[in-house]
């Protein structure tokens, strides 16, 4: 299992926007689409990372929680399907239905979303504020497969408690870290 960190997009950035299909609804949908009343956080995963398949039961709960509480979820998969057909549009949505996504899980066949948010593993979260500001970008918590630390999505749930209370989330913020997006090769932003 090659690790991949995040590079950590700057702080303050408005949210790239993005038209992707949805591929349970296969409705085409933007950020506006997603966004959520409070906040809105947008992470890239794929099916077949096993980072993902670590931390998937408690993000999937922790969206589902908190879309409750004005935040819009949404999950995008960049990886190239050709080289990664376990990442293909129809398993994505039977991931999505096994896991219980209560959020779309959005098909980036182009790449060009990824690198519009300077998107390079998975699983990757970003934490945008009302104001579609950038306020968290990295992991989800300090777990990952082997490392006998539980999964409790304590990074992200602690940014999104503070955006929620109104208070200024801590700049103190850990990189994400997994697989790296499989890039198709006239994407690869290390070629």
Not at 145 to 172: C, K, M, Q, W, Y
């Amino acid at each position: 299992m090659a690790y991949t960190e995040s590079t950590m997009l700057p702080l303050g950035i408005e949210a790239p926007d993005f038209k992707l299909t949805d591929v349970v609804s296969g409705k085409k949908m933007s950020f506006e689409d997603i966004e959520g009343e409070m906040a809105t956080v947008v992470a890239f995963i794929c099916n077949h990372c096993p980072y993902v398949k670590h931390i998937n039961p408690v993000f999937s709960a922790t969206a589902a929680k908190y879309k409750d509480l004005g935040v819009g979820f949404v999950a995008i998969s960049s990886n190239d399907v050709e080289h990664y057909p376990q990442d293909s549009p129809e398993k994505m949505a039977e991931v999505a239905k096994k896991e219980g996504y209560t959020f779309p899980y959005l098909y980036d066949d182009t790449q060009v979303v990824a690198r519009s948010y300077h998107a390079v593993c998975t699983p990757e979260f970003y934490v945008f504020d009302r104001n579609r500001r950038l306020v968290y970008r990295g992991q989800l918590d300090d777990s990952r497969p082997g490392n006998d630390i539980e999964v409790s999505g304590e990074d992200l749930t602690g940014a999104l408690d503070t955006l929620l209370r109104g208070e200024h989330v801590s700049t103190n913020q850990k990189p994400g870290g997994g697989c790296n997006i499989k890039w198709k090769k006239d994407m690869d932003p290390n070629s």
